[in-house]
């Protein structure tokens, strides 16, 4: 497709199950950041991945949280022993690079996670 | 990044010129003005971005002064569907530059 995708759209666990959010980015998209976003609030960075270079991950709450990523392509958001406080709407972005320059980040549609 | 000012709200008539203001006084030389809005319960979306000339694509048209402390994003006709908070951001291009998105502004596109 042409804009990043996410799966599932909806999640819902319970506290204490371990979750894994998919992103696929838009093709040739070099860079890929996970956002979090909480009802009624703004963005709140998570983690950063940039071509082969080590992924930022200084907006990891908690180490309960993690990500990967294949290369260039998809990447995963898995977070271990679910809490309350991780629902959220969690938000996957790419965007171009050209050398050290950043393009405009295009979003996901988000995955909606609820824990109960 | 440079602190956005944006007022809270405004409203515009259908199918008229929607002008959203913001102003960002301590921006530097090197730092781009973007523009994103979100619809209620979708993610973020981008509108356009430029540094010191006035911008046009498909959705919107950015105006930003010669002083470069203010810029203001048009839409030209606005529909239903625009409405939505917008983010006016001032960042660097630079390589791992999170987006940060201030309070917005919420438009409402009324019939």
């Known amino acids: 497709g042409a804009g990043v995708s996410q799966s599932p759209s909806n999640k819902v666990t319970e506290k204490g199950k371990d979750v894994e959010l998919r992103c696929d980015p838009i093709?040739?998209?070099?860079?890929l950041y996970w956002y979090r976003q909480r009802l009624g609030q703004g963005l709140e960075f998570l983690i950063y991945?940039?071509?082969?270079?080590?992924?930022?991950k200084s907006g990891l709450p908690s180490d309960r949280f993690s990500a990967e990523r294949t290369g260039e392509s998809v990447s995963t958001l898995t977070i271990q022993r679910t809490q309350q406080e991780d629902s959220a709407v969690y938000l996957c972005?790419?965007?171009?690079?050209?050398?050290?320059?950043?393009?405009?980040?295009?979003f996901g549609p988000g995955t909606r996670l609820t824990v109960l | 990044d440079a602190k956005t000012t944006q007022p809270p709200s405004m409203d515009c008539a259908e199918g008229r010129a929607a002008n959203l203001p913001c102003n960002h006084s301590?921006?530097?030389?090197?730092?781009?003005v973007y523009w994103y809005r979100q619809i209620h319960s979708q993610g973020p979306q981008y509108i356009i971005h430029?540094?010191?000339n006035n911008e046009t694509n498909e959705m919107a048209s950015l105006i930003i002064t010669e002083d470069r402390k203010s810029s203001t994003l048009i839409l030209p006709h606005a529909t239903l569907r625009d409405t939505a908070v917008y983010y006016c951001?001032?960042?660097?291009?630079?390589?791992?530059?999170?987006?940060?998105f201030g309070e917005g502004t919420q438009l409402t596109v009324n019939p």
């Open positions: 972005a790419s965007s171009r690079t050209s050398g050290t320059r950043i393009r405009a980040q295009y």
């Open positions: 093709s040739g998209h070099t860079a």
């Open positions: 991945f940039q071509g082969n270079s080590a992924p930022d």
């Open positions: 301590t921006i530097s030389g090197n730092e781009y």
């Open positions: 430029g540094l010191k």
């Open positions: 951001i001032v960042r660097e291009e630079t390589s791992g530059s999170r987006l940060t």
